[in-house]
Nanobody, 128 residues
Framework: QVQLVESGGGLVQAGGSLRLSCAASGRSFSSYDMGWFRQAPGKEREFVAALNWNGGSTRYADSVKARFTISRDNAKKTVYLQMNSLKPEDTAVYYC?????????????????????WGQGTQVTVSS
């Protein structure tokens, strides 16, 4: 069992930056792939970024490539999402998710249903 708590959301102007954090509790964090998803009002939850259990492989949605960076610190049981050059269309609730893969896969999944655990979300609002 893994509990996830996101933080770092807020209000920022377009072009600005934010760094989201997701703190995990529980055992075997280092064997989990981690992902970030987001959900804007009236829209479905969508994939943003993911990285595998050791941080050696990452995946990004096309809409955030070259602007967002996902990373993890297994010693701190924390995953981060650095968001630069923010746009109003990045406004959403951002969710952290964990998938227990026991290190079996090199490439992290971008499929929402494959993630076992979810945080409560943190709001990001980008003003124009």
């Amino acid at each position: 069992q893994v509990q996830l708590v996101e933080s770092g959301g807020g209000l920022v102007q377009a072009g600005g930056s934010l760094r989201l954090s997701c703190a995990a509790s529980g055992r075997s964090f280092s064997s989990y792939d981690m992902g970030w998803f987001r959900q804007a009002p009236g829209k479905e939850r969508e994939f943003v970024a993911a990285l595998n259990w050791n941080g050696g492989s990452t995946r990004y949605a096309d809409s955030v490539k070259a602007r967002f960076t996902i990373s993890r610190d297994n010693a701190k049981k924390t995953v981060y999402l650095q968001m630069n050059s923010l746009k109003p269309e990045d406004t959403a609730v951002y969710y952290c998710a964990a998938r227990n893969t026991d290190g079996s896969y090199y490439y992290p999944s971008q499929l929402r249903y494959q993630y076992n655990y979810w945080g409560q979300g943190t709001q990001v609002t980008v003003s124009s």
